[in-house]
């Protein structure tokens, strides 16, 4: 049984930090890319980044790049997101999901999400 288990959420001032961990169980790790992707109320998903867990290639929408770095470490079979300089806009549930072979446009696993709100 897969599990992807998210961990970090929270309430943060604009300007901030916080790190989001995904621990993953019951796959392959290294057959698979990681990462996360953000939901607001009443809006469609959107990605936020992936990492491919055993080459460690990384993507990242464009509205987060040099705010937010993904890293794995696959000894520990977890995905982290290391999110710097929130925005309120970045106010959302962060999923945690994982796709086989591919780029995370279509995941294959979700976990529960967390809640990331930042105040202005």
């Known amino acids: 049984q897969v599990q992807l288990v998210e961990s970090g959420g929270g309430l943060v001032q604009a300007g901030g930090s916080l790190r989001l961990s995904c621990a993953a169980s019951g796959l392959t790790f290294g057959s698979y890319t990681g990462g996360w992707i953000r939901q607001v109320p009443g809006k469609e998903r959107e990605f936020v980044a992936s990492?491919?867990?055993?080459?460690?290639?990384?993507e990242y929408a464009d509205f987060v790049k040099g705010r937010f770095t993904i890293s794995r470490d696959n000894a520990k079979k977890t995905v982290y997101l290391q999110m710097n300089s929130l925005k309120p806009e970045d106010t959302a549930v962060y999923y945690c999901a994982a796709e086989y072979g591919g780029r995370l446009s279509t995941p294959d696993y979700w976990g529960q999400g967390t809640q990331v709100t930042v105040s202005a």
């Open positions: 990492i491919k867990w055993s080459a460690g290639i990384t």
